[in-house]
């Protein structure tokens, strides 16, 4: 879905950009999970892991509602 727009003569360049992001956000993710463990654990380890699993959540709440929405949207406009 995200290349379906891209032509086939543009389509190895663009799974290659599509990976090198896809590598990225894993890279940020881990560590930003990471740093909030590492901060939460003074709570202990279970509420470490809950506090670090919480925050993740909302991150992508907060990234994944708009991205989502706005998909739907889009979709919505090419169909009727």
């Not at 879905?1 to 190895?12: C, D, E, R, T």
């Not at 090198?20 to 003074?42: D, E, H, K, M, R």
């Amino acid at each position: 879905m995200a290349l379906s727009k891209v032509g086939k003569h543009h389509a190895s360049e663009a799974i290659s950009a599509l990976a090198t992001v896809q590598q990225g956000c894993f890279a940020l993710g881990t560590t930003f999970a990471g740093a909030i463990y590492s901060y939460s654990i003074i709570y202990g380890y279970v509420n470490a892991i809950s506090i670090s699993i919480g925050v993740l959540s909302l991150l992508v709440l907060t990234i994944g509602i708009p991205i989502y929405m706005k998909t739907v949207g889009e979709l919505d406009c090419q169909h009727g």
